[in-house]
């Protein structure tokens, strides 16, 4: 039963860090128009406990995309400088779009992981049922 | 005649212990460590749904831990269930 146990552990872990990567999209969204804003990255690693991977994971650090951010151009700016360009966020919709639908459908693997655990654990006590 | 009865109380007082209840360690050990488990399952259900109700624990903990404990209160009840079925059976045994 422990092995199962460790299954719904696992899969947890990982709908947790998922949950983290979709907040990190969300505040890249949310500060798509905001000026010298650079996108969050997501990425994961191994929990590791005394020295042993038990095959849960965690969101590492984040970092901050370092691709240029964009040139608009709007001499009415506050933030714009002599030539009239102010520089803008480097997130790009469609990049978040895509991280996003990806964070979805590994949450939605890891909760069918969670429920197939959970229905064999059921199925292996209703053994004893009759 | 009376040789025999004596005989036959004799082979009764042999045969009593046989018949005495005995402890076996083995048995109920297993079933305290089952018990202790399940304990601690139960406690670790409630202090997470304790800290999710607030906001101290994530969705995913609080499911993970009733998931848990619901299988684990589940188990022993099963298990509980087959150990009475076991004493009735012998209860019904025709003496």
């Known amino acids: 039963m422990s092995e199962l146990f460790k299954s719904f552990q696992i ?120 | 005649m009376d040789v025999k009865s004596t005989i036959a109380a004799q082979n009764y007082a042999a045969i009593r212990p046989a018949t005495a209840p005995s402890v076996s360690p083995g048995g109920t050990e297993a079933l305290r460590g089952l018990g202790t488990e399940f304990a601690t399952f139960l406690q670790n259900g409630e202090e997470t749904v304790k800290a999710g109700m607030t906001g101290q624990a994530d969705a995913q903990a609080l499911v993970q831990a009733l998931a848990q404990t619901e299988l684990a209160v589940e188990t022993a009840v099963t298990i509980r269930n087959k150990v009475v079925e076991a004493y009735q059976e012998i209860l019904r045994m025709p003496v």
């Open chain 1, 11 to 130: 899969s947890a872990s990982a709908m947790q860090a998922q949950a983290q990567r979709i907040r990190h999209v969300t505040e890249n969204i949310a500060n798509a128009d905001t000026p010298g804003y650079r996108r969050k990255v997501t990425s994961f690693e191994n929990v590791v406990s005394q020295g042993m991977t038990e095959g849960m994971i965690r969101t590492a650090p984040v970092t901050l995309d370092r691709s240029p951010l964009t040139q608009i151009y709007d001499p009415s700016h506050p933030l714009a400088d002599d030539s009239g360009y102010y520089e803008g966020s480097n997130v790009n919709s469609i990049v978040e779009i895509a991280d996003a639908r990806e964070a979805q459908r590994s949450y939605e693997a890891n909760l069918k992981m969670f429920d197939q655990a959970r229905q064999m654990s059921k199925g292996l006590l209703e053994l004893l049922r009759r």
